[in-house]
């Protein structure tokens, strides 16, 4: 069997397309909140969790590196998926007809210039595919959305404008996480390796746990320090 991916999300979410590109197999499970995610993979509702951990332009996402040291999950594979926000709104529908465009804070501040351009009143929404499942429901061509190519093929919605962000290269990552550790992956090549760890809350106590890469040889990518 296939088997089944938990996301936080609507269907159509940037982390259902993460999903479907990741795990094309497995039915893809949308949750309210990150917690409902990790709860219904360490439950074994469904097989395994994908989860947004960072974003290359926002960095971090808080939530995640909170509740991962205690979610009981294991890290078994990673997605890389470039967000691309279109404008989306029901059939029939020309630019110069939308008046207001509904999504997350997040994805304004991405599109800043073509919302300006076009002087188009924004609605800051809980969820990028749930902006786009009402203004399916609406049916109101004055209303647009933005969101995912897949958000727009999910609830029947026309394109507008494609890939309408100020930076062509945001690309978050996402954990796949399982209750089991798979190690099948490992191969001879080297391989990103993603930990947390706590030290002391003392001088340079950062600084000596920081030594036992360079005496290794090990090459960090990436450190998130935070109380």
């Known amino acids: 069997m296939p088997g089944r991916i938990a996301f936080q999300g609507e269907l159509g979410a940037y982390s259902h397309q993460a999903c479907r590109q990741s795990r094309p197999d497995m039915e893809a499970v949308p949750c309210a909140t990150f917690e409902e995610a990790i709860d219904r ?4 509702d469904v097989d395994l969790a994908m989860l947004g951990l960072e974003n290359s332009t926002y960095g971090r996402v808080a939530d995640v590196h909170r509740l991962l040291p205690d979610s009981g999950l294991h890290i078994i594979d990673e997605a890389f998926v470039r967000v691309h926000i279109n404008l ?3 059939k029939g529908t020309k630019l110069a007809d939308v008046k207001r465009v ?16 076009h002087n188009l009143a924004t609605l800051n929404w809980t ?5 786009a499942r ?3 429901a609406l049916a109101d061509p004055a209303e ?14 026309d394109i507008l404008a494609r890939q309408i962000e100020d930076q062509s290269n945001n690309t978050p990552r ?3 996480m399982s209750r089991s550790a798979d190690h099948s992956r490992r191969g001879t090549g080297a391989m990103m390796t993603t930990f947390t760890f706590r030290v002391r809350n ?12 360079a005496t290794n040889g090990v090459n960090m990518t990436k450190l998130e320090s935070y109380m």
């Open 127 to 131: 969820d990028n595919a749930a902006a």
């Open 41 to 44: 993979c360490r439950s074994g």
């Open 102 to 117: 509904r999504c997350m804070s997040i994805l304004l501040g991405q599109c800043g210039t073509f919302l300006k351009d």
């Open 144 to 157: 647009a959305a933005l969101a995912s190519e897949l958000a727009g093929e999910i609830y029947g919605l």
């Open 88 to 90: 989306l709104a029901v």
């Open 202 to 213: 003392i001088p340079a106590a950062l600084y000596k746990a920081m030594g036992g890469f």
């Open 134 to 136: 009402d203004v399916a």
């Open 174 to 176: 996402f954990l796949v």
